[in-house]
């Protein structure tokens, strides 16, 4: 089966060490292969787990130990079940748990580990460590180091190869805008102290040839997604700041930033053509406007 003509519906990729991402459709995860069994990562949803379990199965006998949760979003949090059947601990920052307790869903299995900033699961030699920096595209969003791949999963933040895409919903109830430049700061931190170079997206990104005809890009990319996307916020920030410095009302920003050349240039010029739209570009920046004038 295919996802979007050209591209498959399934994919799993050998990224050494004993990582290995897998996509259904446009969402990703990654899971470690050990002697002793395997850490999966979000289960994403009851269509996706069945299939991913069947690519687990192809590359070891031993069971599914743990799950990491990456965030509380039903859309990479639901599935698990089949996880949970074998034996598996879940395993999530203490936000997703009271996230997951207040608002139940009957496809999501609550954690049975909740931690506050870090969390090392390890096993059969190897291991997942799982950050927190606060709340980001979600409250309880964390990064997790796949040892000894040394390569970071990152979800919905941002997206390898590149940090200049447009946000994945911008109509999305959540989004911590205060957080997000000192969220991805840590993240280049934490990245420069443990030497990790290169990321694995839980989102699928597409690329276009010379000709046009689209294809997937690779699950790995460069570490430098995540600058390209605290750089993203930065300059969109500060842009809406110094447009209702000037008197115009956050209604009517947006309008006033995709009609500026200088708009255009600092921002705009850097992202794909083909990967944002005017009218989620005014749902974002009238979101930003919100932000600035009110610092939440």
């Given at each position: 089966?295919?996802?979007?003509?050209?591209?498959?519906?399934?994919?799993?990729?050998?990224?050494?060490?004993?990582l290995y991402a897998f996509r259904y459709g446009p969402y990703r995860n990654i899971f470690?292969?050990?002697?002793?069994?395997?850490?999966?990562?979000?289960?994403?949803?009851?269509?996706?787990?069945?299939?991913?379990?069947?690519?687990?199965?192809?590359?070891?006998?031993?069971?599914?130990?743990?799950?990491?949760?990456?965030?509380?979003?039903?859309?990479?949090?639901?599935?698990?079940?089949?996880?949970?059947?074998?034996?598996?601990?879940?395993?999530?920052?203490?936000?997703?748990?009271?996230?997951?307790?207040?608002?139940?869903?009957?496809?999501?299995?609550?954690?049975?580990?909740?931690?506050?900033?870090?969390?090392?699961?390890?096993?059969?030699?190897?291991?997942?460590?799982?950050?927190?920096?606060?709340?980001?595209?979600?409250?309880?969003?964390?990064?997790?180091?796949?040892?000894?791949?040394?390569?970071?999963?990152?979800?919905?933040?941002?997206?390898?190869?590149?940090?200049?895409?447009?946000?994945?919903?911008?109509?999305?109830?959540e989004g911590y805008l205060f957080n997000m430049v000192p969220y991805l700061r840590s993240?280049?931190?934490?990245?420069?102290?443990?030497?990790?170079?290169?990321?694995?997206?839980?989102?699928?990104?597409?690329?276009?040839?010379?000709?046009?005809?689209?294809?997937?890009?690779?699950?790995?990319?460069?570490?430098?997604?995540?600058?390209?996307?605290?750089?993203?916020?930065?300059?969109?920030?500060?842009?809406?700041?110094?447009?209702?410095?000037?008197?115009?009302?956050?209604?009517?920003?947006?309008?006033?930033?995709?009609?500026?050349?200088?708009?255009?240039?600092?921002?705009?010029?850097?992202?794909?053509?083909?990967?944002?739209?005017?009218?989620?570009?005014?749902?974002?920046?009238?979101?930003?406007?919100?932000?600035?004038v009110t610092g939440r």
């Open positions: 089966a295919q996802f979007i003509p050209g591209i498959d519906l399934i994919e799993t990729e050998n990224l050494g060490d004993g470690i292969v050990t002697e002793d069994g395997v850490i999966a990562t979000d289960p994403l949803d009851v269509k996706a787990s069945a299939p991913l379990r069947e690519e687990m199965a192809k590359l070891t006998d031993p069971p599914v130990k743990y799950v990491a949760y990456s965030h509380s979003h039903w859309d990479h949090a639901s599935g698990g079940q089949i996880f949970k059947d074998e034996g598996a601990t879940f395993v999530a920052q203490r936000e997703c748990l009271k996230n997951m307790t207040e608002t139940r869903h009957p496809d999501v299995v609550l954690p049975d580990i909740a931690f506050d900033d870090s969390y090392s699961i390890e096993l059969g030699g190897k291991a997942l460590d799982v950050y927190y920096f606060g709340p980001s595209h979600d409250d309880c969003m964390t990064v997790m180091i796949a040892k000894p791949a040394n390569i970071m999963f990152i979800v919905d933040i941002t997206s390898a190869p590149t940090g200049w895409e447009m946000e994945y919903n911008p109509t999305m109830a993240v280049e931190a934490l990245a420069q102290r443990e030497g990790v170079k290169t990321i694995v997206s839980g989102h699928l990104a597409l690329g276009f040839d010379d000709k046009g005809k689209m294809f997937a890009q690779p699950a790995i990319g460069p570490i430098d997604a995540v600058r390209e996307k605290r750089e993203f916020w930065e300059i969109l920030f500060a842009a809406v700041a110094a447009e209702i410095a000037t008197g115009t009302k956050p209604d009517d920003v947006a309008a006033k930033l995709l009609a500026s050349d200088q708009f255009k240039h600092d921002f705009l010029d850097r992202m794909d053509p083909k990967g944002w739209k005017a009218s989620e570009m005014s749902i974002l920046i009238r979101r930003v406007a919100t932000y600035v």
